[in-house]
Structures are given as structure tokens and as C-alpha cells.
């Protein structure tokens, strides 16, 4: 027996998306190539050596996309634009690019849909990584020419804007562990890319809000609950210390408090390149945000020999072979615990998330009354176990169950958390893994391109319709 639950009127449900997750159409109406579909023709980067060229064909099948989301009373959809769409060669503008998002946000208000546009979710045009990536500080101006370029054809009908997703990703994965577009292993480069992403969007930021001071303007950030595996033990707390700086704090203690946290540049000792903060960047990051996006799927338990009681130790972990997104963190061990997990191996951690939204509210939402929104939470879960096409998933329905009850707990604590989008709409590209993992609540066939709503769908169209559980 559970209790029921209503979340409170205006709770915006929705589901996400990302242009390189679901689009394909890779070279049609002129876009330009991304880091994605480079990193996706290396051989051995992704896979099986999917590519996201096809994906979803949502590009082509984008009306029927909206009348399905319609179907499952969908109050917002969160999507992506792609720069490479937009701007091919990483600076002029492709009005044909433009044109694809501008119908979509015309049949989405047309359906009562919120549009909720993200600037960047990972595609890199390759013609800037070319010119030197996310760790070269002029990418920062081009991104902000991309935002005002969107700004301009969206901003009659679109109000909320996202500048990134994920920064930790983008940073880390794709510039020191090299698992993620476009591959580099230098975890130099991941520091550099980090506080440049940062930039970027503090600068479109102020663009953007001087430009329409109406626009509702924020971030997304990953959020990973860390706890040490021996509460009692200096190194183990040591462990989930560093880990908790580096993913969390590093990324939303600048955003809100105009500073990255001393610990973690402690820690970096001699990695964080002295020459990399310029007079200025940490106002211009720390401009005041409307909305701060919160995408959570899980926690971990951690371990690691305390760098001062077993300095040797620390020494050698840190040489291993493997590049570690823990810049500076590498001899940190992440150990299971033994509970349930989804198909990526992440253990489900729905109390986490309450915590997390209580403690961004009281620490991060600033005097401004930033607005906290989740903006993915969901699972990976099995195919189709019996073949018949419907997949009941009852596992990922359980799975956001708890977590939408995590996000009430938080708001009825006093967490003003305005939305909750799950991740995601239908099944589509899972970056490294391919089409191996599926995220959807929908179904989709890669051969026919059908789509088959999920028992998960049934029941979210259920919760979004009457903006309660139960
Ligand atoms: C997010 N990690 O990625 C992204 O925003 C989505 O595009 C993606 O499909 C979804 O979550 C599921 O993976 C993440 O290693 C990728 O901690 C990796 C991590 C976290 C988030």
C-alpha cells in the first residue's frame, strides 16, 4: 500500500531528449559534423560502432514525435539544439537548422507542450574542436554567438532557456577519460574544458538576459550522491570528500557562491593550470541563474587509501592505466553495495535525490530564489524479456515512483522544485553504449522505427495528466 500524492498546481511533467540522442538525419539541411559522429566512426570508441547518423529519425518524424508525447499528456518537453545544425562550420548560421526547431516549437504549443530548450547537450561542432575544443578559451565566444542566434529565431515562442548539460560529462568524460566525444585523455584538458564550459555559459547568460531580461535562464548539472564505504575509517571519508567536490561541488559552488571550492583545488595541487582563471571569469560565471536543472540517477559508495596516512598507496593508484574522469581523485574506488541497479550498473538511490534537492535549496538557490527543477531522472531497463513488443516495464515504473516521491518529500520539506522530466521520452542513442541501453518510456523498434509506449508511459501519462500518484 502506498499513499497517494499531488504535486502542486503548476508542477511542470515532461520528458527529455537529446539532438544527437534522437535526430539522426547527420547530414541533411546542411549540418555540420559534431564531436559525435567523429568520436562514433573511431573504431572502438562506441559499441557494436553504432552512430548516432539515423538514431531515431526523429528529424523526419518529429510531428508524429509531438502527437505521441500529446497522447501521453506530456506538460513540457525537454529537447536539444544542435550547434552543427545551427552553425556547420562552428560560425555562420544555417537558417535551414533553425527552421527544423522553429517546427518543432510551433507543434509543440500547439499541442500545450512547454518547449524546454537546451543550448548544448555534448555536440560539439568538430570544426570547433578543431580549432581547439572546450579546453581553448575562444570557444566561449562562439558559443555565446550560437546562443543569441537561437535566441533570435526561438525567442518569440521559447522562455525557457538552458545553456548546458552536464558540464561534468562534457568535461571529464570527454577530455580526461576519453570515454565520451572527442576522446582526449588529458586531465589537464578536462580542468580546462571544465571552467571554459562554465564560462560559456555565464557569458551567454548575460547575453541572452540583456538581450530579453524575461527569459527564464539556468544550467543543468549531474548530481551523484557519495558516501564512504566505513563512515569511521579518515580515508574512506577522505574518498567521498573528493569525489563530492569534484562531481557536485566543483561545478555548483562557482555557479552560486562565485568560487571553485578550496578543497578541490587542493587536491589538484599542481593539475589545475595556473593560467586558466582570468580576472573577471568567476563574476561572469556566477551571474545569477533563474533556474538550476538537476539531472540525478544514482549514487555510490566509495573507498580510498587516505593520501596522508598512506601516501605510497595514493602515489600508485594514481598511476594506473586506465584515464579516470577523477582528475586528481584517480586511486578513489567506487564499491557495490549489493542493492538493485539498472542496466548502466547504477544502484537506485531515490532518498538521495530528496537529500540532494534540500541541500542545493539550502545552500544553492541563493537570495535570488533560483528555482530547482529535475531535469532527468530515470532508469535503464531490459527489452522486451518475452518478445511480444510491450515491454512491462514494472521495475522502471517502481523507479519512478520512488524517485517522483523523493521530489514530493523535497518540496513538502520546503525544496522549491518547479518540474520533474523523465529520461526520456523513447529509447535512443546511450552515447558510449549505443543502442545497447534503453532509457525510454517508449519503445522504439531501430528496424521500422516504431514506437510502443512502455507500461512506465501508461503510467507516467497517468501522473502527468492528473499531477498526482496514486
Ligand atoms: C546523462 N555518469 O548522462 C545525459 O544527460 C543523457 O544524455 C544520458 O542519456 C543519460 O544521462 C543516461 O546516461 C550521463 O557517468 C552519463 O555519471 C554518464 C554519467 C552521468 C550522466
Keep these: 500500500m502506498t499513499t497517494p500524492i499531488t504535486f502542486p498546481s503548476g508542477f511542470l511533467l515532461g520528458s527529455a531528449t537529446a539532438a544527437y540522442q534522437v535526430e539522426g538525419a547527420a547530414h541533411e539541411d546542411g549540418r555540420g559534423d559534431c564531436i559525435w559522429d567523429t568520436f562514433s566512426a573511431t573504431p572502438g570508441a562506441v559499441v557494436h560502432g553504432h552512430t548516432g547518423a539515423v538514431a531515431c529519425d526523429h528529424y523526419h518524424r518529429m510531428p508524429q514525435d509531438v502527437a505521441l508525447m500529446r497522447s501521453l499528456n506530456l506538460g513540457a518537453y525537454r529537447f536539444s539544439v544542435s550547434w552543427a545544425r545551427v552553425c556547420p562550420d562552428g560560425r555562420t548560421v544555417n537558417e535551414k537548422g533553425l527552421d527544423f526547431y522553429s517546427r518543432l516549437v510551433d507543434e509543440l504549443l500547439a499541442a500545450d ?7 548544448y547537450h555534448w555536440d560539439l561542432p568538430q570544426a570547433l574542436e578543431e580549432a581547439g575544443g572546450w579546453p581553448a578559451r575562444g570557444v ?45 585523455t588529458d586531465p589537464q584538458d578536462g580542468l580546462r574544458a571544465a571552467h571554459h564550459l562554465l564560462l560559456a555559459h555565464g557569458r551567454a547568460v548575460q547575453a541572452l538576459r540583456e538581450r530579453d531580461p524575461g527569459l527564464e ?30 562531481a557536485n561541488r566543483f561545478f555548483v559552488e562557482p555557479l552560486t557562491r562565485g568560487a571553485y571550492p578550496e578543497d578541490v583545488l587542493e587536491d589538484l595541487g599542481e593539475l589545475w593550470p595556473q593560467d586558466l582563471v582570468h580576472d573577471g571569469d568567476l563574476a561572469d560565471i556566477s551571474t545569477p541563474i533563474d533556474v538550476l536543472g538537476v539531472n540525478f540517477y544514482t549514487g555510490s559508495m566509495v573507498t580510498g587509501p587516505h593520501p596522508e596516512s598512506a601516501p605510497e598507496a595514493a602515489r600508485q593508484a594514481r598511476a594506473y592505466d586506465a584515464p579516470s574522469p577523477n582528475v586528481g581523485s584517480e586511486h578513489v574506488v567506487v564499491v557495490r553495495r549489493g542493492t538493485p541497479v539498472t542496466d548502466m550498473g547504477w544502484e537506485i538511490r531515490p532518498q538521495a535525490l530528496r537529500d540532494l ?44 515512483d520512488g524517485h517522483l516521491r523523493a521530489v514530493h518529500e523535497a518540496i513538502q520539506c520546503g525544496a522549491d522544485v518547479r518540474g520533474y522530466f523523465v529520461w526520456s521520452l523513447m529509447d535512443n542513442y546511450e552515447w558510449a553504449y549505443g543502442y545497447t541501453r534503453r532509457f525510454g518510456i517508449v519503445r522504439v523498434d531501430y528496424d521500422t522505427q516504431e514506437r510502443t509506449p512502455k507500461a512506465s508511459a501508461r503510467w507516467f501519462a497517468d501522473v502527468a495528466g492528473s499531477g498526482a500518484i496514486g
Aim: aromatic fraction near 10%.
Design 113 to 119: 507542450i512547454v518547449p524546454w530548450v537546451t543550448l
Design 140 to 184: 566561449v565566444d562562439r558559443f555565446v554567438d550560437y546562443a543569441l542566434a537561437v535566441y533570435e529565431r526561438l525567442g518569440d515562442r521559447v522562455r525557457q532557456l538552458t545553456t548546458l548539460n552536464e558540464p561534468w560529462c562534457s568535461a571529464f568524460l570527454g577530455y580526461a577519460a576519453g570515454v565520451h566525444a572527442p576522446g582526449r
Design 217 to 246: 535562464l539556468g544550467l543543468t548539472l549531474n548530481f551523484t550522491e557519495m558516501q564512504p564505504q566505513d563512515p569511521a575509517s579518515a580515508g574512506d571519508r577522505d574518498a567521498a570528500r573528493r569525489l563530492d567536490g569534484l
Design 357 to 400: 534537492l534540500l541541500w542545493l535549496q539550502r545552500d544553492h538557490t541563493g537570495p535570488a530564489g533560483t528555482r530547482l527543477y529535475v531535469t532527468e531522472n530515470g532508469a535503464a531497463m531490459p527489452d522486451d524479456p518475452d518478445g511480444t513488443g510491450f515491454v512491462d516495464d514494472q521495475d522502471r515504473v517502481a523507479y519512478l
